[in-house]
Every structure is written in C-alpha cells, then in structure tokens.
C-alpha cells in the first residue's frame, strides 16, 4: 500500500509560479513511477506529467510543455510538480497518482492516488 499526500496547492495569478508536491508512504518510493493529473470544474481529469523511478525518463502533456517540470527526489520521497507562467486554464484539482507500471500511468489507471490539492489562477 502506498499513501500519497500533496501540498502547495494555492491561488495564484496568471503568469505566476507555483510548486505542488507530493509525499509517498509505505512500500518503496524509488519502485515507483509517478504521475500528476488535474481536474477542472466539470472536465474529465487529464494527465499533465509523469517521471519514471529513476528520473531519466519525463513526459508531459502539450498544454504544460515548457512551462512545468516534474522532480522526484527518492531519499525523501516526494516528487513534484514546478509550474511557471500558469494560465486561468491551468486551474483545477492537482492529483498525485504512482505506479510501478510506466505503461498505464499517463492513461490514469494508476494504483494510487492522492486526495489532491486546489491550484487556482486568476485572471
């Protein structure tokens, strides 16, 4: 079992920076891939960036390319997500998702999942 918990969530203006992170407990971190997705307000949840155990291998989705850059750091076992020039679109509920599976982690079928953390960003 893996819990996961997120933090830094907030409420920023557009152009402005923040950083979320996400805290791992129970099994090994380092065995896992993670993953961070977002709901908007009456969207579905989508994918937004995934690292691999190892933090050699990174994807992220169109919308946040250039702008976000995912970390992951095993000894304290957190990754996180730094996001420069939000937009209004980039609001939403933050998820942190892990799985030892690279495959099914950018389609959401994660094992785990975080309860999430509020990003807002003000036009």
């Known amino acids: 079992q893996v819990q996961l918990v997120e933090s830094g969530g907030g409420l920023v203006q557009a152009g402005g920076s923040l950083r979320v992170s996400c805290v791992a407990s129970?099994?090994?971190?380092?065995?896992?891939?993670m993953g961070w997705f977002r709901q908007a307000p009456g969207k579905d949840r989508e994918f937004v960036s995934s690292?691999?155990?190892?933090?050699?291998?990174?994807y992220y989705a169109d919308s946040v390319k250039g702008r976000f850059t995912i970390s992951r750091d095993n000894a304290k076992n957190t990754v996180s997500l730094q996001m420069n020039s939000l937009k209004p679109e980039d609001t939403g509920v933050y998820y942190c998702?892990?799985?030892?599976?690279?495959?099914?982690?950018?389609?959401?079928?994660?094992?785990?999942w975080g309860q999430g953390t509020q990003v807002t960003v003000s036009s």
């Open positions: 998702a892990a799985d030892t599976r690279w495959g099914v982690l950018k389609d959401g079928r994660a094992q785990y």
């Open positions: 129970g099994r090994t971190f380092s065995s896992y891939h």
């Open positions: 690292i691999s155990w190892n933090s050699i291998n990174t």
